[in-house]
Nanobody, 124 residues
């Protein structure tokens, strides 16, 4: 079992930055792929970024490439999402997720554990 807790959401103006955190507990994340997804009102949950916990390879949705950076600190069992140059269309509830897999997936059904989500609102 893996428990995930997100934090760091909030209200920011367009062009601003936020850093989300995802603290994991319950077991080591070695061998997991960790991901960030987001869900805007009336839309399906969408892939944002992922990182292989062992090795640190990263993957991004085209919509956030160059603006968002995913990272992790092994010793803290914590993953981060640094979001820069935020746009109103980035407004959503952001979720972190864990997938026991060596393959990086970008669909939510492949992820086994989820956090409760944190709201990010970008005003224009």
């Amino acid at each position: 079992q893996v428990q995930l807790v997100e934090s760091g959401g909030g209200l920011v103006q367009a062009g601003g930055s936020l850093r989300l955190s995802c603290a994991a507990s319950g077991r080591t994340l070695s061998g997991y792929v960790m991901g960030w997804f987001r869900q805007a009102p009336g839309k399906e949950r969408a892939f944002v970024a992922a990182i292989k916990w062992s090795g640190g390879s990263t993957y991004y949705a085209d919509s956030v490439k160059g603006r968002f950076t995913i990272s992790r600190v092994n010793a803290k069992n914590t993953m981060y999402l640094q979001m820069n140059s935020l746009k109103p269309e980035d407004t959503a509830v952001y979720y972190c997720a864990a997938d026991l897999s060596i393959v990086v997936h970008n669909t939510m059904n492949d992820y086994d554990y989820w956090g409760q989500g944190t709201q990010v609102t970008v005003s224009s």
